[in-house]
């Protein structure tokens, strides 16, 4: 069993999808398989700002590896000349959307260039992996039949504790927000919100990776000084996985302002440490989090409606609490890394024609 797993990015980033990506790449080694990953680190230095022949080069990759199933993620604007000639290679492909991109384009214009190439790209694949049903609902809106959509959710780690007793805290309520520093995440909504809360009353820790081509980490900080929040609001930064874990549990409630949100993997981590979450009513985000339930939605880019549902968790100590309660519960029912591997080597299995052993 040979597998070409094409992820190939201009940075190597340490996001949730080349999280997914590797572990599943994990997991379909232990299958048995042997998987050639084309990645920033695995391809020649600088290669990744040439477009034109990292796309060359990808396709001689693959051809000469001759593998029984190509796995495509995040890898568009490389994979041109691999697209142009899949289907005479006789190789079935998998794509996988992890981010609905298009959606994240700052014109229209833009947007719809990426609709367009992204059909054509995917078009490709006998099947077509994605991670909710709101990015099932927008593939198929660009014209890929829903009977080659998977959705298979990613997992979570999910802790070997159970949520600590938040009950007794006293002091500032401690908000997090987990996600990579880019504009679509909206921390700068979320900085915003902060202006009109009441000094001493609470804390922000903004945790997340930095680097990225669209990085926002320098214009965030300059609001926070700009509004005189350093008191209340801090930059922490990208974290290990034991120190992730410690934020979640030491935090009082999750904020989740992104502006699209494909599936939001710490949602739900952060729902496994009991947290209540106040996320935008967007995209994915409202089929994890349940208005009035297990947390607070509300409308994209609102910096007052943020700030409303904040101060109201800050005052409603309660209801903070019975929130965290139930979203500990919803998240029993979520998927953990040990199904999705399962569902989705069966997908890759399937989309090769292998047989997976009893």
């Not at 001759?66 to 796995?71: G, R």
């Not at 519960?329 to 998927?335: A, P, Y």
Request: hydrophobic content about 40%; proline content about 6%.
């Amino acid at each position: 069993m040979r597998i070409s797993f094409v992820m190939l990015g201009r940075r190597d980033l340490l996001t949730g999808g080349y999280l997914f990506n590797f572990r599943m790449v994990d997991h379909l080694r232990s299958m048995g398989a042997e998987v050639d990953v084309v990645h920033f680190t695995t391809v020649p230095p600088g290669l990744p700002e040439m477009p034109l022949a990292a796309s060359r080069y990808v396709l001689d990759r693959v051809r000469d590896f001759a593998p029984d199933v190509v796995l495509v993620s995040k890898s568009y604007q490389f994979v041109t000349l691999l697209r142009m000639r899949m289907r005479s290679l006789g190789i079935p492909v998998v794509c996988l959307v992890h981010d609905i991109e298009w959606k994240q384009q700052r014109s229209r214009l833009r947007e719809t260039i990426y609709r367009v190439w992204a059909r054509w790209v995917l078009s490709v694949a006998g099947t077509v992996w994605t991670n909710s049903l709101c990015s099932k609902r927008e593939l198929t809106g660009i014209g890929i039949h829903p009977d080659r959509i998977r959705v298979v959710a990613p997992g979570f780690d999910r802790p070997s504790t159970p949520p600590p007793d938040r009950e007794g805290r006293e002091g500032p309520v401690r908000f997090l927000c987990v996600g990579s520093f880019v504009p679509r995440k909206g921390q700068d909504i979320l900085v915003r919100a902060c202006a009109g809360l009441p000094a001493g009353g609470y804390r922000l820790d903004l945790v997340g990776g930095s680097g990225s081509v669209h990085d926002s980490t320098g214009e965030i900080a300059a609001m926070i000084e700009g509004g005189r929040l350093g008191d209340s609001v801090r930059i922490v930064g990208e974290l290990g996985p034991e120190l992730l874990d410690r934020a979640y549990r030491d935090a009082d409630v999750l904020v989740h302002p992104s502006l699209w949100e494909s599936y939001g993997m710490s949602v739900v981590e952060a729902m496994a440490r009991g947290l209540p979450v106040i996320a935008s009513d967007v995209a994915a985000l409202p089929e994890v989090v349940k208005d009035g339930d297990n947390g607070l939605l509300v409308a994209p880019g609102d910096a007052a409606g943020l700030r409303a549902a904040m101060l109201r968790l800050m005052t409603e100590r309660d209801l903070r609490l019975r929130m965290g309660e139930r979203s500990y519960r919803i998240s029993l029912e979520k998927m953990d890394w040990e199904s999705t591997c399962r569902e989705f080597g069966a997908l890759v299995a399937e989309a090769a024609g292998w047989k997976i052993p009893g």
